[in-house]
């Protein structure tokens, strides 16, 4: 059971335009959401996070959006660069007996065409 | 942030071997985290590592097949056992920094 998902495996956008990638969870009990950047042989990135408590949060470029009636987090770039171009993983915090994990989305393959 | 130091960074091993991917940190943490990734899939969380105690290992993971040292404060092991192309995958160790984790760079396992 997908307890993240990311839809869309890939996704292109022109330089200078807005990148919107999209996360859906299943357990409202998530409440820590966190977007990480992958690029091809290296580790993920920690790029941004938000907390249940807001529904959005800004870094620079890069904003996070949390929808909680709708289990809905996205990320949006803009303007896109062509070093944006990587492989972007939405996480979820979940807490669980004294335990945590973060779980992880398929990830999205972004390609920011210049 | 920490900085880890994963190694190797890539192997091609053959079927029935093991191998042995390590993690350094620059820094002394509490837990350290392995994660899988496979072809097409997300990151799956193997087992945490704790200092001075066993393992703990998440559904569908277990110690012979995925054992972990913990020496000190600073590294870790994982191995990978009696390999089969189905263990072909990203291995990464994590650790856990206020904001979230902070990754290796990874290790790309393939197993012919």
């Known amino acids: 059971d997908q307890q993240v998902k990311q839809n869309s495996p890939s996704l292109s956008v022109q330089e200078g335009r807005i990148s919107i990638l999209n996360c859906d969870y299943t357990?409202?009990?998530?409440?820590?959401f966190l977007w990480y950047k992958k690029y091809p042989a290296e580790g993920p990135t920690f790029l941004i996070s938000i907390s249940s408590i807001k529904d959005k949060n800004e870094d620079g470029r890069f904003t996070v959006f949390l929808n909680k009636s709708a289990k809905h987090l996205s990320l949006h770039i803009v303007p896109s660069q062509p070093g944006d171009s990587a492989v972007y993983f939405c996480a979820a915090l979940h807490s669980t007996s004294g335990t945590y994990k973060y779980i992880f989305g398929t990830g999205t393959r972004l390609k920011v065409l210049a | 942030s920490a900085v880890i130091s994963q190694k190797p960074s890539r192997d091609i091993c053959q079927r029935g071997t093991s191998l042995t991917i390590q993690c350094q940190v620059d820094?002394?943490?509490?837990?350290m985290f392995w994660y899988r990734q496979q072809p097409g899939q997300s990151l799956t969380l193997i087992a945490t590592a704790n200092q001075g105690s066993e393992a703990t290992y998440e559904s569908g993971f277990v110690i012979d097949k995925f054992p972990i040292s913990r020496p000190n404060l600073t590294f870790s092991t994982l191995t990978v056992s009696n390999m089969s192309p189905e263990d072909s995958s990203i291995y990464l160790c994590?650790?856990?920094?206020?904001?979230?984790?902070?990754f290796g760079s990874g290790t790309r396992l393939t197993v012919v």
């Open positions: 820094s002394q943490v509490t837990m």
């Open positions: 994590s650790v856990d920094e206020n904001y979230g984790y902070t």
């Open positions: 357990n409202s009990m998530f409440d820590y």
